[in-house]
């Protein structure tokens, strides 16, 4: 059972949090041996609010939903660190259950703990570690799910633990890679934006007015600027209407089947974009689809994992089309290269590792070296994207200071 409690340190200080405990008593004591005095705890599925405490305030709710979801989002970089936990317990020749209690106590983020502490009662009840793990599927892929039960099966569950550890780690970093390679040029576009913005606000309307009260005709830049400045001021609600709904109306685009052929069209591709696009899609494939191989994962259940894992509707019909030819007696290689999304050096490289029986190292191999051509790659384009944004927002606020100073350099001239 899990249960929420707040309790007081010995320093003073309030903390609150969850605890697995069989029983309140035993929750209690344990607490207790923690060197915590409780001030409240209640079994999770009975905790209510009443009275003036039970009048539910917005912002509380608001704040913990995003709390909740941001912790939700972050639950996702802690299976690497729970798979490598668990492996080496259970290496060390713990059982299953005590080493997954001891983890709990370790676990900081609150939402996945709960996670943890279910998938632990229902291994309690009699299930599974795969079972208990499927229950949660927002949080643990396919892929680790199916894993962890052929580790079962084949009585090597430290062992697939240990590889589901070093899979979590290296997409966690190649994830972080990516991100953080967008974080520059995003920053630089919104601080852009803010100048502009700010200008055309604050600035360009005090000059208008300044300008108006001299009477002169003005340049046909400055006019220009001046109108987009005065329907900014004026029309800034239509604006704001006019974003909400194209943010709406494009996410519910995206979630159609239309709207995410498309949209998976364009990042194929899109300039700059599209060949680290195709080299991460093609990095995903290969390493991912080794790693089932190696776990001993069936070849056709390996292609529906993969597949699901692509997330790119176009790559994931080549898949799914290559699978079926596998199904039909065609070797990998052989499948692969009717659909054409790989290049086709790789397909060179599958066939001679079909041809040896090490195609599932071999797609590890090719996986490698994808990851240091996308560290490459990622470099590439950071440097190539930097200048580019520099440019458009000099010429942007150039644009926009020549149009205020080509009046005064005209009535510099006229007073000469």
């Not at 589901?164 to 040029?185: F, G």
């Not at 195709?278 to 991912?288: C, D, E, G, M, P």
Request: proline fraction near 3%; hydrophobic fraction near 45%.
């Amino acid at each position: 059972m899990v249960f929420e409690y707040i309790a007081l340190t010995t320093q003073g200080s309030t903390i609150a949090d969850i605890i697995d405990a069989p029983s309140e008593v035993v929750a209690r004591q344990r607490l207790r041996n923690n060197g915590l005095y409780i001030v409240k705890i209640l079994k999770q599925d009975t905790v209510t609010v009443h009275g003036t405490e039970g009048k539910i305030n917005i912002i509380n709710t608001i704040f913990d939903k995003i709390s909740h979801h941001i912790n939700l989002r972050l639950s996702t970089k802690e299976i690497s660190t729970f798979s490598r936990q668990l492996s080496t317990m259970l290496k060390a020749g713990m059982p299953l259950l005590v080493s997954i209690s001891t983890i709990i106590d370790q676990i900081e983020n609150p939402v996945f703990k709960k996670i943890i502490i279910d998938v632990k009662t229902k291994v309690e009840e009699g299930s599974s570690l795969s079972n208990a793990l499927d229950l949660h599927k927002n949080i643990f892929s396919e892929m680790y799910i199916n894993m962890i039960r052929v580790g079962e099966s084949l009585g090597s569950l430290d062992s697939a633990l240990e590889r589901l550890a070093d899979l979590e780690e290296k997409r966690n970093l190649l994830k972080s890679k990516v991100q953080s390679a967008l974080w520059y040029p995003a920053f630089m576009i919104l601080f852009a934006f803010g100048v502009v913005t700010f200008l055309m606000i604050s600035i360009i309307p005090s000059l208008g007015r300044m300008f108006a009260e001299l009477g002169k005709d003005l340049p046909l830049p400055t006019t220009i600027v001046m109108g987009i400045s005065n329907f900014i001021v004026s029309f800034w609600y239509v604006i704001l209407i006019v974003i909400i709904f194209a943010i709406y109306y494009f996410n519910r685009y995206k979630n159609t089947e239309e709207g995410r052929r498309k949209l998976d069209e364009l990042k194929l591709k899109l300039p700059l974009v599209s060949s680290l696009y195709k080299k991460l899609l093609i990095h995903r494939f290969t390493y991912n689809l080794g790693v089932l191989l190696t776990n001993k994962v069936d070849v056709i259940k390996s292609f529906d994992i993969v597949q699901r894992i692509i997330r790119n509707v176009l790559i994931q019909e080549n898949i799914a089309r290559a699978a079926k030819l596998v199904q039909e007696g065609s070797s990998i290689a052989n499948a692969l290269s009717r659909e054409r999304f790989l290049p086709q050096y790789i397909i060179g490289m599958i066939a001679a590792g079909e041809s040896s029986d090490t195609v599932d190292e071999m797609l590890l191999n090719i996986g490698k070296i994808y990851e240091n051509d996308i560290d490459l790659s990622i470099n590439s384009m950071t440097s190539l994207i930097e200048p580019i944004i520099i440019v458009c927002m000099g010429f942007v606020i150039g644009l926009i200071v020549i149009s205020v100073l080509l009046p005064i350099f005209e009535m510099n001239l006229i007073v000469k």
